[in-house]
Every structure is written in C-alpha cells, then in structure tokens.
C-alpha cells in the first residue's frame, strides 16, 4: 500500500525526519546517521499536545515520537509521512489503524532497555517486600526501631506469577530465579515456557502467586486486565508490580486493595495517567512508585536512540523497517 502523497515530493528535495518530543540529553546520533542518509532531522517538541503535533507533522517524510498523540487527526495532517517510528516499545499512542489506511508504516523498537526494565521489576518487588520505604522515612525522620513495622515475608518457596512472556518477562525470571520460587506461573498463551515454567489461566495466577509482575502491551483486550474482581483473587500476601503500562491496572480498585490491606503492596513506575497527580495511592505506605524511569540507563538511552534513527534510515533508504506493526 503506498503514500499517494509521496508522489509529490520531488528527488532533489531533502528528505524531513522530525521527533515530536524532546528530553534526551543530545541528538548527535539521529542527526549524523539521517546526514548520512541525505536527511535532515528536525526536533519539535509538542509536550503531548495533539494541536501542536498537527502542527509539526505536516512536512515530515518519517515522525519520531515518545508519548505525544499520534491521532486520525495528527495522521491527517501528514502529507507525505512514510514511517511514524516509536522511541520505545508501546505504540498506544499512536492510531495503528489510520497510518494504515493512509499507507505510513508504524514502527517500534522493542530490544532495547529490556535489562534495566527487568532489573526495576526486580527493584521494585524487593522495595515492596522489605519494606524500603517505610524504614527509609522512619530513619530519616530520626526514628530507630528494629522491631516490625508491617509483616514482612520471605519469598523462598513460593509461586511467581508473570502476565506476559516476552524479552523484558524473561529476563526478569532470570533475575528472579536465584530467589528460590517453588513455581513459577505464566500468562501468555503463545508464549513457549522454559522447564519447570507453567502455563497458567490469568484468573488462576492471580489466586496463585505470591508477586505477579506485570509484562503485557496496553491495548483493548488488556485494559484494566487487573481489575477490582482481579485483585480481589489475590492473597493478604500478594505483591503487584508493572514496569508496563499504567493501564493495565484499574488504579481506583488498586488503591481500595492497598489501603484495606488486602494485598501485601504493589510497585509501579507506570501509571494511567502521567504524571499521576494527586491520586490518593500515592498517600499510601504499601505502595513504591518510580516515574516511568525503569528503562533508563545512559546506555539503554543512546541504544534507543541509535536503534530508531537506523529504523528511520531504513525506511528512507525504502528498506523494510525491522519492527513494522501495522504490516499489509
């Protein structure tokens, strides 16, 4: 299916690629591989607004993008847009379903930050279960005490749950692994399971398992996947974690559940709404939070970056994309 718009570029004109959100500490690497490619790179920031990213789109060959909203809208405007290329993993976003019918190729770029987002669930499901926070603030606050704040559990002996088994999921299980989990549930029904993994019905691992991590894509079959019924299978032991997407998780049910202590605690870095405000959940003492930073790392960052100005280059050069998603 191709661009009826791309036409009306002509071949002596410099080819535009221009990312819609700025935040990284420089563009070196964008700027010298689109060089190489005989384009020029743009940065127009559009701070998640959809005017402004009508605005910006207009005259772009390819769109680099990290959370502003890629609509019919913002589509529409794009005369001559051949690839809108996602900074990261989750595409949610972006209109899938548009660039399609208007021949732009969604791309994203999934190998990358799959070790620091692996190790913030570990980070996170560790917080939670020592109680970090808690016995930081009581120290700081020049409270010393060894005795039990709020119980605290071991998890030698008993189960792992992970909702979804791809790069970051299995990688998480091997850091995991050294703890001693009696068994390990996964849900993920086209997913191949290493030995001693089990394939389990969501319902099932909820009730189950004693941390379930979160690994899913936010779409409309996994919106609020952990729901109020969801949460309420769960053990007074549970942790939850999502290094994924805030969506994922009914974050009013959530908050019910912490606050009557009917889960051990949860630890987010991801949140429906971000920056998350003023929720009430974060006024709670069973939950760590952390700003949607588990992919960072200065390496994690300069790969991404590298990762989606060559996807740019590829789709310039009318190479096909590594990570195409919208295929036709």
């Known amino acids: 299916m191709a661009n009826p718009m791309l036409n009306a570029v002509t071949s002596q004109e410099q080819r535009l690629v221009v990312a819609l959100d700025d935040g990284y500490a420089a ?96 980070a996170l499901a560790m917080a939670v279960s020592r109680r970090i926070g808690l016995h930081d603030a009581e120290v700081r606050a020049g409270r010393w005490s060894t005795g039990v704040l709020q119980p605290m559990y071991r998890l030698r002996g008993r189960t792992l749950g992970l909702v979804g088994f791809g790069r970051i999921a299995r990688m998480t299980l091997d850091k995991l692994s050294g703890f001693g989990f009696a068994r390990v549930l996964v849900h993920d029904p086209s997913a191949e399971l290493p030995p001693g993994v089990e394939h389990a019905p969501l319902d099932e691992l909820c009730a189950q398992a004693d941390l379930v991590s979160l690994h899913a894509p936010l779409n409309a079959q996994t919106h609020h996947l952990i729901d109020a019924r969801r949460l309420a299978l769960m053990q007074p032991t549970a942790i939850l974690v999502n290094t994924a997407r805030g969506g994922l998780i009914d974050t009013d049910a959530l908050y019910e559940a912490l606050r009557e202590r009917r889960i051990l605690g949860a630890g987010l870095d991801v949140f429906e709404q971000e920056p998350p405000g003023a929720h009430p959940l974060l006024s709670l003492d069973n939950v760590v939070v952390t700003n949607h930073m588990g992919w960072y790392s200065e390496e994690a960052m300069r790969e991404l970056q590298r990762k989606t100005a060559l996807e740019a280059v590829r789709v310039l050069r009318g190479e096909e994309p590594l990570h195409w998603l919208n295929r036709w």
Do not use: H
């Open 27 to 122: 563009y070196d690497q964008e700027e010298a591989l689109l060089a190489e490619a005989g384009a020029r790179f743009a940065l127009r920031p559009c701070r998640r607004s959809e005017d402004s990213a009508i605005q910006a789109v207009g005259d772009a060959d390819v769109v680099l993008v990290r959370e502003s909203p890629i609509s019919r809208r913002v589509i529409d405007a794009m005369t001559r847009c051949q690839a809108i290329i996602r900074y990261g993993i989750g595409v949610d976003n972006i209109d899938q379903v548009s660039a399609r019918e208007r021949g732009i190729k969604v791309v994203n770029v999934p190998d990358y930050g799959t070790d620091e987002v692996s190790s913030q669930a570990v």
